[in-house]
């Protein structure tokens, strides 16, 4: 964290979040996440927003951390989005594991979708998180990310 306070440049940065992704990867940190009460809260209430105040379109909830993909609905500031779901995940997580104190770290990374090809890979990368963290085989073997979600949604029904 003292590190992330004093980046010099754009690419010091970029080595510190890649830093701080690989620390996650290996399960360092508190992995509040990995009670699966909890786990199932934060998805749930990613996904009680969605087309509320974003468009969610990919997701997944480590044992230590959350990756998400978004588009935010005009006049919604993403800072006001990430403060009150940290605030209600971090109260409804505390409760369930009966602790006090920090649940979340206090900033978050966010970037900018370029283009088309920019989105896929950031689908790729968030939905293979739990594979690359060796959680388990495949995307859609994990049970709180959109790649689960999208394998094993019915399929719509066509009324005609």
Not at 83 to 90: A, I
Not at 109 to 131: G, L, M, Q, W
Not at 136 to 147: I, L, N, R
Request: with cysteine; net charge positive.
């Amino acid at each position: 964290m003292r590190e992330l306070d004093v980046p010099n440049s754009t690419n010091d940065q970029i080595i510190l979040q890649k830093r701080i992704e690989k620390y996650l990867d290996q399960g360092y940190g508190a992995a509040f996440m990995k009670t699966h009460r909890v786990a199932e809260m934060v998805q749930s209430d990613l996904l009680h927003y969605d087309f509320r105040s974003y468009r969610l379109w990919s997701w997944v909830v480590m044992p230590n951390h959350i990756h998400f993909l978004m588009t935010l609905f005009e006049a919604i500031k993403l800072a006001n989005v990430m403060q009150s779901f940290k605030s209600l995940t971090s109260h409804k997580g505390n409760k369930i594991l009966g602790r006090k104190g920090r649940f979340w770290m206090e900033d978050y990374f966010d970037r900018y979708i370029r283009n088309a090809e920019h989105f896929s890979k950031t689908v790729r990368y968030i939905e293979s998180n739990p594979v690359k963290a060796r959680l388990c085989k495949t995307p859609d073997d994990w049970p709180y990310g959109s790649a689960r979600f999208r394998a094993h949604k019915a399929p719509k029904q066509i009324c005609r």
